[in-house]
C-alpha cells in the first residue's frame, strides 16, 4: 500500500472482509509500521481474539469457549507476546461520522507516528442525512478518506460490505459495478480490492479452504487480477497456497 493512496476492500457478508483487514493491519505492524484501526462493528476484544487466533494458530472458537489445551495455552501466551509488541491500536468507538474517524487518524499520526489507517467498516459510520441520501453521504466518505490519506501522506484502506443481493442468483465473482449500489465509490479509490469464497455458497472438495482476491481496480498496476490463498477459518486466517 502506496503513501497517500485510498482502498478500498469490499466483499459480501461472511466472505472474510474483516478477517482481511485484520490480517492486512496484522501485516504492516510487522513491518514496523503503526497501524490504527477503526472497529466499528467489533468491540475491540473481539477483534483482539482474532488476532490472537491468527497469530498463534489456535482454534478460534475453542479459545471463545475457553475450551483449550496445553499446546493451545503455550500458543496463546506467544500471540499475547507478540501482539503486545506491535504498534496496532484499535480504536473500537462508535457513532463516529466519516469527518470524527479522519480527525482521529489524525490525532493518532500526531501522537503515535500513524503509518496506516484502516476502517472496518464504511456503512458503519454514522450518517445524519438518512437513508434517502446515504448513497451520496458514502460518496462524500471515500472523498474524505481519500483527502486524509493526501494529509497524513499515509495509506488508508476502507472495508466496505456489499450487498447480498449482488449475489443475484449464480455465485459470480464481486465486480466493481457492486460497489456502485452504494454510490460511485470507486471513483476516489487509487485501488480496489474484493474478497471472495465461493466455498460460502456453494462447498466442494475442490474450493475447500480457498479463497479468491480480486485486484478490480489498480491506479498504478494491472488489473483486474485474480489471486487464490488460503483460508483457514479455525484461525480466522488468509494465507498463501
Known amino acids: 500500500m502506496e503513501p497517500e493512496t485510498l482502498t478500498i476492500v469490499g466483499a459480501r457478508p461472511q466472505n472474510g ?21 477503526f472497529s466499528l462493528e467489533m468491540t475491540r476484544k473481539q477483534l483482539v481474539e482474532r488476532l490472537l487466533s491468527m497469530i498463534g494458530s489456535v482454534h478460534f472458537q475453542a479459545m471463545r469457549h ?11 501466551r506467544f500471540a499475547r507476546k507478540e501482539l503486545d509488541r506491535l504498534p496496532i491500536v484499535i480504536d473500537d468507538a462508535r457513532g463516529l461520522t466519516a469527518g470524527q474517524v479522519a480527525a482521529r487518524m489524525k490525532a493518532y499520526q500526531r501522537q503515535r507516528g500513524l503509518e ?3 476502517v472496518d467498516y ?3 459510520l454514522r450518517f445524519d442525512r ?10 462524500d466518505a471515500v472523498k474524505m478518506f481519500k483527502d486524509v490519506s493526501g494529509y497524513l501522506h499515509a495509506p488508508v484502506i476502507v472495508m466496505s460490505q456489499l450487498s447480498r443481493e449482488s449475489v443475484k442468483g ?4 464481486p465486480q466493481l459495478s457492486d460497489l456502485r449500489e452504494s454510490g460511485n465509490l470507486e471513483e476516489d479509490a487509487d485501488n480496489v480490492l474484493f474478497v471472495h469464497r465461493e466455498e460460502h455458497y456453494k462447498p466442494t472438495v475442490e474450493n475447500r479452504g480457498i479463497a479468491d482476491i480480486i ?3 489498480q491506479r498504478q498496476g494491472p488489473a483486474p487480477e485474480y489471486i487464490k490463498v488460503g483460508f483457514r477459518g479455525e484461525f480466522v486466517r488468509f494465507e498463501n497456497l
Open 17 to 37: 472482509k474483516s478477517a482481511f483487514g485484520a490480517l492486512l493491519a496484522l501485516h504492516c505492524a510487522r513491518q514496523k509500521k503503526p497501524v490504527v484501526f
Open 66 to 76: 475457553r475450551n483449550l489445551w496445553e499446546g493451545d495455552m503455550d500458543r496463546l
Open 116 to 118: 496506516v489507517g484502516i
Open 122 to 124: 464504511l456503512t458503519r
Open 130 to 139: 438518512g437513508n434517502d441520501h446515504l448513497r451520496h453521504e458514502l460518496g
Open 170 to 173: 449464480a455465485v459470480r465473482f
Open 215 to 217: 485486484v478490480a481496480k
